[in-house]
């Protein structure tokens, strides 16, 4: 595609509920990160995928927090039983290689109510 | 102590000012980034650079590696040009990027 591109843009949920976010990278990117962007906490590294491997989770703040990545392509982010410290807009990034220039998505804004 | 720090946290100009945003960082780096946000919209990425200086139209970002400092420059500022920026490194095999807290610049008209 054009660009990186996130779904939805925006979601609300009620805490205790499931959610999934979605990233479709530059074709041809194979490097993916999630990043969360979140007030009083700037932004802050999540999880990297090279291809369909997910080498570097260190950022996930827990385990009910996951993410996997299709075909070299997609990927999905997937929160667990929210809890209202998850809300943030939630940033997928991509490039070429992991030493190249980082393309953004829009993010997708999470409220948890 | 964060890892990337960046000053000003708020920067306001008139528009036509030269503006400076400087980062300043405490790890080994691959890469350092400038990255610009707009309100409600996604991150844009100005620079990456690992050593010297680049320029992009008004836009000139330097690093100094022996003393782990880069500055961001505008020439002739507009007010379009407000936005945050945001100072980040690349590091580790990922490369994945640490951010700075940004610099909201507002340009007045």
């Known amino acids: 595609g054009a660009g990186v591109s996130q779904s939805p843009s925006n979601k609300v949920t009620e805490k205790g509920k499931d959610v999934e976010l979605r990233c479709d990278p530059i074709s041809g990117h194979t490097a993916l990160y999630w990043y969360r962007q979140s007030l009083g906490q700037g932004l802050e590294f999540l999880i990297y995928f090279q291809g369909n491997s997910a080498p570097d989770k260190s950022g996930l703040p827990s385990d009910r927090f996951s993410a996997e990545r299709t075909g070299g392509s997609v990927s999905t982010l997937t929160i667990q039983r929210t809890q209202q410290e998850d809300s943030a807009v939630y940033l997928c990034?991509?490039?070429?290689?992991?030493?190249?220039?980082?393309?953004f998505g829009q993010g997708t804004r999470l409220t948890v109510v | 102590k964060n890892e990337v720090e960046q000053s000003p946290q708020n920067l306001t100009a008139q528009e036509g000012e030269f503006i400076t945003i400087n980062c300043s960082y405490s790890?080994?780096?691959?890469?350092l980034h400038w990255l610009q946000q707009h309100p409600g919209g996604g991150i844009v990425s100005l620079f990456m650079?690992?050593?010297g200086k680049k320029k992009h139209g008004r836009l000139i970002a330097t690093i100094n590696i022996q003393e782990k400092h880069s500055s961001l420059h505008i020439t002739a500022s507009h007010p379009r040009d407000s936005a945050v920026y945001i100072c980040a490194v690349s590091k580790g095999s990922a490369r994945q990027l640490t951010f700075g807290s940004g610099t909201q610049l507002t340009v007045l008209p």
């Open positions: 650079l690992s050593s």
């Open positions: 990034a991509s490039s070429f290689g992991t030493n190249t220039e980082a393309f």
């Open positions: 790890v080994g780096i691959s890469a």
